[in-house]
């Protein structure tokens, strides 16, 4: 099993900056050969695909609307996936949680691991 924590949420204005992470533990040899994404949801919507990064780093996949502003990198050494956000929007607002599946994807299906969520609030 893998267990996944994240962290690094929290209140910022409009135009500000987080980082968030993610802990991975338990059979973390699995996660190395895995890729790792970021998801969001917001009260009553659906989960939203976030960005996504490639088991070994090589490849990354953005939502529209994180793209150019938001960075996903991961460090397999650490068992570490982040996801630095910047030029924040109110619209971005979310709880915000770190999934594991075996390939690179932007549906939430494909992911077969998920923490529990931090949440992200952006006021205006």
């Known amino acids: 099993q893998v267990q996944l924590v994240e962290s690094g949420g929290g209140l910022v204005q409009a135009g500000g900056s987080l980082r968030l992470s993610c802990a991975a533990s338990?059979?973390?040899?699995?996660?190395?050969?895995?890729?790792m994404g970021w998801f969001r949801q917001a009260p009553g919507k659906e989960r939203e695909f976030v960005a996504a990064?490639?088991?070994?780093?090589?490849?990354?996949y953005y939502a529209d609307s994180a793209k150019g502003r938001f960075t996903i990198s991961r460090d397999n050494a650490k068992n570490t996936l982040s996801l630095q956000m910047n030029s924040l929007k109110p619209e971005d607002t979310a709880v915000y949680l770190c999934?594991?599946?075996?390939?690179?994807?932007?549906?939430?299906?494909?992911?077969?691991?998920w923490g529990q969520g931090t949440q992200v609030a952006v006021s205006s």
């Open positions: 990064i490639a088991w070994n780093g090589g490849s990354t």
């Open positions: 338990g059979l973390t040899v699995i996660i190395r050969g895995y890729a």
């Open positions: 999934a594991v599946g075996p390939r690179l994807g932007d549906r939430a299906i494909q992911y077969n691991f």
